[in-house]
């Protein structure tokens, strides 16, 4: 674990992989700490030979929590600041959810520093679903403190299919397990969430996608209600070097369990960009 001091917070973050190794970024989605990634694509990323950086955007786990609301604008801007701090000139990037929005920021904003990205469970249009979702998540947060029950509520409704939510009492007692062992009730995570609702609710974002120009691989889930996989098949359509992918039978939560289908993608697109 290493710490680097980035325009006045700190960035958590750590590295595996050989030194020589071309460098890989993976930003997680709201309220993921940089641990997760090893359940994910970091071991295969390492076995492949690049040199990965799993990061902990501001809000959660060793980096700075300051009072929010935050942006995506200010995510990207703590990432810019910690390539600078690792030396890392141009790098490929892999983001998922929320980290998929600040990779997408960084490919519209400073395309100099992205060689590829890839958009995971992250790219797409807003639907009427996340419109009304996220409208009513702002208002939440307005009103009060949003208790944990609600986020334990919200990441099962959003994460597993609805088959699963409805069948699988024993898949869903174990996200209830997992998700009810983070705190919830920090600046951090509601920072992040302001963040995301900002971004979701902003209908000028597909605006840039045709200038988006680096190499980009969009994942989205077959059963994801937040990111459908129709509105990311029309956000790779809209970038110029995009290629799209569907992950089938997961939905938003699918990155863990979807790794057989995930990596291979991921090494291939990497191994071309």
């Not at 801007?77 to 920021?105: K, M, N, P, Y």
């Not at 920072?191 to 200038?211: E, F, H, K, N, T």
């Amino acid at each position: 674990m290493a710490v680097a001091q980035v325009g006045g917070i700190k960035v958590g973050y750590e590295l595996h992989g050989p030194d020589d190794g071309d460098p890989v970024v993976l930003l997680g989605g709201t309220g993921m700490p940089r641990g997760v990634w090893h359940l994910m694509q970091l071991p295969t990323l390492v076995e492949a030979g690049y040199r990965v950086a799993a990061v902990d955007l501001r809000g959660v786990g060793d980096s700075s929590a300051p009072t929010g609301p935050y942006t995506i604008e200010e995510m990207a801007e703590d990432l810019t600041g910690l390539l600078g701090h690792l030396g890392w000139s141009r790098v490929r990037l892999i983001g998922l959810s929320q980290g998929g929005f600040v990779a997408e920021q960084l490919c519209a904003t400073r395309p100099d520093l992205v060689q590829a990205a890839v958009l995971f469970a992250s790219a797409g249009a807003t639907t009427a679903y996340q419109r009304a979702w996220f409208e009513a998540m702002r208002a939440l947060f307005a009103a009060d403190a949003v208790p944990r029950e609600f986020f334990i509520a919200e990441n099962l409704a959003n994460t597993l299919p609805a088959m699963a939510l409805r069948d699988d009492d024993e898949a869903v007692g174990r996200w209830v397990e997992m998700l009810s062992a983070q705190d919830w009730a920090t600046p951090g995570q509601r920072g992040q969430y302001l963040a995301c609702i900002s971004w979701m609710l902003d209908v000028d974002r597909a605006a840039r996608w045709p200038r988006i120009e680096c190499p980009v691989q969009v994942l989205s889930c077959e059963h994801d209600l937040m990111f459908p996989p129709r509105t990311g098949r029309a956000a790779a359509a809209a970038m110029p070097n995009a290629t799209f992918v569907e992950i089938t039978g997961h939905a938003h939560g699918g990155a863990i369990q979807a790794g057989d289908q995930v990596n291979p993608v991921v090494l291939d697109f990497l191994a071309r960009h």
